[in-house]
């Protein structure tokens, strides 16, 4: 059948491959956290970038903890544009620990685990 082929080239082209350092961050209570994310190229449009938050134990998905380009959301803010995305946790607290996951478009990859 075609689908398939041209499912599997549809995935090809949408998957960029994410670059940080450290994966891992310790951050005290109230302190404030960036998170980086570098795509291997361009983001097209920038506002097509997500971040999304997994809980410890938790199942990934659910609604996107913030979308680039959209304002702030509470403590959550973003930032960046073409390979180059942060997001800032304000005011950290126990509920956002876990795995950050930076997604553009249907593939996510995941970022950066804060333990609290």
């Known amino acids: 059948m075609l689908i398939i082929p041209l499912l599997n080239m549809l995935i090809s082209h949408l998957t960029y491959t994410v670059i940080q350092t450290p994966t891992v961050k310790a951050v005290l209570p109230r302190q404030t956290v960036t998170l980086d994310c570098k795509t291997s190229s ?29 304002g702030s959301n509470s403590r959550f803010s973003g930032s960046g544009s073409g390979t180059d995305f942060t997001l800032t946790i304000s005011g950290v ?21 804060i333990y609290y």
């Not at 361009?42 to 959209?70: E, F, R, S, T």
């Not at 126990?94 to 249907?106: F, H, L, M, V």
Request: aromatic share 14%.
């Open 93 to 113: 607290q126990a509920e956002d620990a876990g795995d950050y996951y930076c997604q553009s478009y249907t593939i996510p990859t995941v970022m950066m685990s």
């Open 42 to 70: 361009d983001v097209h449009g920038g506002y097509c970038l997500a971040w999304y938050h997994q809980k410890p134990g938790g199942k990934p998905g659910g609604a996107p903890k913030y979308l680039n380009g959209l």
